[in-house]
């Protein structure tokens, strides 16, 4: 059973602080790592995609990739209000190109 | 650039009824992705086509739901009958294909409701 694993939360922040989000896999073979936001009511919104081991950043996103731990995570520095959503992990695995979604963890960032 | 557009937005039926949703897809995006997203849940993939071929359906309940892509352009979804627990947000996405590092893009979602 492929999976993809993320904590539901509510995970609590307050504003300006690190959040740091993390999702682990189950398929050691897996290539490609996308974070996607969620807000309620709303379609998920792509924010990151990763492909190699270590850090890519993007403004006040940072995911980070670790292959032989198989996990994925993404902090974001200097957390708004606006960044309280679902963040869900979407891992790309295995010849069929199948995209296995975690179920998301929900992040609260609190004035 | 349009993105993922997807109709109707919102679609209230009574059970054993039958439904359809639309999507079309962003310009030159030859992936076309189907998922059912449940409250609380990721989206389950329900059907993929790279254009028109359906090259992942495993998860699509082919019992009462069908899919179809001509052209390799826009695709329908359809229930037939629905039931009760069909409701759920249906979500269409694409990309420009599908091979591992191609980033997929949501349209605005098909709030279905069965009563």
């Known amino acids: ?111 | 650039e349009a993105g993922v557009v997807q109709s109707p937005r919102y679609k209230i039926i009574e059970k054993k009824q039958p439904v359809a949703f639309w999507c079309n897809p962003i310009s030159g995006h030859n992936t076309l992705y189907w998922y059912r997203q449940n409250l609380g849940q990721g989206p389950e993939l329900l059907i993929r086509y790279e254009n028109e071929e359906a090259v992942d359906d495993s998860q699509l309940p082919k019992d009462r739901f069908s899919a179809e892509r001509l052209k390799g352009v826009d695709s329908t979804l359809k229930i037939q009958p629905a039931e009760l627990g069909d409701s759920a947000v249906y979500l269409c996405a694409s990309s420009l294909s599908g091979l591992m590092n191609t980033e997929a893009f949501f349209g605005q979602g098909t709030r279905l409701t069965v009563v």
Do not use: H
């Open chain 1, 1 to 111: 059973q492929k999976e993809v694993e993320q904590n539901s939360g509510p995970l609590s922040v307050p504003e300006g602080a690190i959040a740091s989000l993390n999702c682990t896999y189950s398929d050691r073979g897996s290539q490609s790592f996308f974070w996607y936001r969620q807000y309620s009511g709303k379609s998920p919104e792509l924010i990151m995609s990763i492909y190699s081991n270590g850090d890519k950043e993007d403004g006040r996103f940072t995911a980070q990739l670790n292959k032989a731990s198989q996990y994925v995570s993404l902090l974001i520095r200097d957390s708004q209000p606006s960044d309280s959503a679902t963040y869900l992990c979407a891992v790309n695995m295995d010849s069929n190109y199948q995209l296995i979604w975690g179920a998301g963890t929900k992040l609260i960032i609190k004035p």
